[in-house]
């Protein structure tokens, strides 16, 4: 048998994450396995040979991502170069898809497969892009079920929907113990904890921070007994954040990674917009979410997005089960008025816990990183098994699929 060689590429540190589970697996059901691409340190230490470490480009909106076009035209020069010499037998992009359609239309003029790993979120925003990714991507790797028929209506049927890893990284956090945490700081005492979750990319916590603290401040003076934790991304400097906290005054303990401890010792938490409201969904937490971009990218946002709400949490679920609070919502009055509103009503709280965990439970199971590992292993072995329908969890009716147009 030849030798196989999967190629690799993700932009952010969600999307490194991810890649890492998957290269888990691979390797344990194909050791000899050649692995190499770009993304992050997990996918490196998970054992891929990291070709560029790019999730320090990572950044948020259209004006933001300016700054990252020189560097990354570069990358893609030489990512034609290593492509050409190597021949991987397929290439798997996760996420980032500025950047990744970009590697897709390239791969496919070589004639090299590729498959899309959490597809850029069409049912959200820009639904026209659908085609042209049909048009580049031999398979689609679906983690939300609404997004299976959109891609079929386009003509894709090679389309793999096992349901999304977010329960699968959660028990790998708790095995691997992923962030480091003081729990005696915030254990005991009356008051309920709050765990601040200001997002992973440096621009998203610049704007965010400041406001989540002035809140976490108003909440202190109304609720003094309040125990806060800050769960921070690696990618964000940890002296930076500590000089803002040390400004606000509050007492606040840090827990650094991607551990999933921040979240479970909280009974409320206020988290930036993104797949860490999935995760804080699935460990049945109330929540309160907020965003904020530049101006310029906020309007280019309302021009395209197709949603009533932007938090998975919610998107999930259907409804608004959790308050939304973005850009100029997003004020630390407001994000006060909506966390009282949950410490005043433990009945709520409970209420919201349980709908979270339900909405989780329908797109989510364990073991969907090792499907996915095990489909696409065999996508790279020249074609899928078309005999066994892959979806594995109930695709959503049609009047699921208007709810999210």
């Known amino acids: 048998m030849a030798h196989n060689r999967i190629m690799l590429l993700a932009g952010e540190l969600s999307g490194d994450i991810h890649g890492a589970r998957l290269i888990e697996r691979f390797l344990v059901h194909d050791p000899d396995l050649e692995i190499f691409g770009v993304g992050g340190s997990a996918m490196e230490a ?20 300016l700054s990252s076009v020189i560097p990354l035209y570069r990358l893609l020069n030489d990512l034609k170069h290593i492509m050409i010499t190597r021949r991987p037998n397929l290439v798997i992009l996760i996420d980032y898809s500025g950047f990744n359609l970009k590697v897709a239309k390239l791969a496919k003029s070589l004639g090299i497969p590729v498959a899309y790993y959490f597809c850029p979120q069409i049912w959200a925003w820009r639904r026209y892009r659908a085609s042209r990714i049909a048009s580049l991507v ?49 254990s005991g005492g009356k008051g309920l904890t709050i765990t601040l979750m200001p997002g992973s990319r440096a ?42 906290i040390s400004a606000s ?35 049945g937490k109330p929540m309160v979410i907020v965003y904020k971009v530049n101006f310029l990218s906020w309007l280019m946002v309302k021009l395209f997005i197709s949603l009533r709400n932007v938090g998975l949490a919610n998107i999930i679920s259907g409804k608004s089960l959790v308050p939304e609070l973005i850009q100029w919502d997003a004020t630390p009055e407001n994000i006060f008025r909506e966390a009282a509103i949950f410490i005043d009503n433990p009945d709520k709280r409970a209420d919201i816990s349980r709908k979270l965990r339900t909405a989780v439970d329908r797109i989510s199971s364990h073991g969907v990183i090792d499907r996915v590992a095990c489909a696409l292993l065999q996508c790279s072995r020249n074609g899928i098994d078309r005999s066994a329908d ?16």
């Not at 891609?151 to 992923?178: C, Q």
């Not at 976490?216 to 803002?244: M, N, Q, W």
């Not at 969890?393 to 147009?405: A, F, W």
């Open 46 to 65: 998970s054992g891929m040979e990291l070709i560029r470490n790019i999730v320090d480009l990572a950044v948020v909106g259209f004006w933001e991502a």
């Open 138 to 186: 031999d398979y689609i790797v679906a983690v939300f079920p609404f997004e299976v028929p959109i891609y079929r209506k386009v003509g894709v049927d090679k389309i793999l929907y096992f349901g999304h890893p977010v329960l699968d990284e959660i028990d790998h956090s708790r095995k691997a113990r992923a962030g480091i945490c003081d729990k005696t700081a915030v």
């Open 203 to 244: 621009m998203e916590v610049a704007k965010l921070l400041p406001v989540i603290l002035e809140a976490s401040s108003l909440i202190a003076a109304r609720y003094p007994d309040t125990r806060f934790i800050l769960r921070l991304a690696k990618s964000i400097e940890r002296s930076g954040v500590e000089s803002s």
């Open 249 to 283: 005054g509050l007492n606040i303990t840090i827990c650094e990674g991607f551990g999933t401890e921040a979240i479970e010792m909280a009974d409320l938490v206020i988290v930036a917009s993104g797949s860490a409201t999935l995760e804080t969904a699935a460990l």
């Open 390 to 405: 892959p979806v594995s969890l109930p695709l959503t009716n049609d009047s699921e699929e208007r709810d999210m147009q």
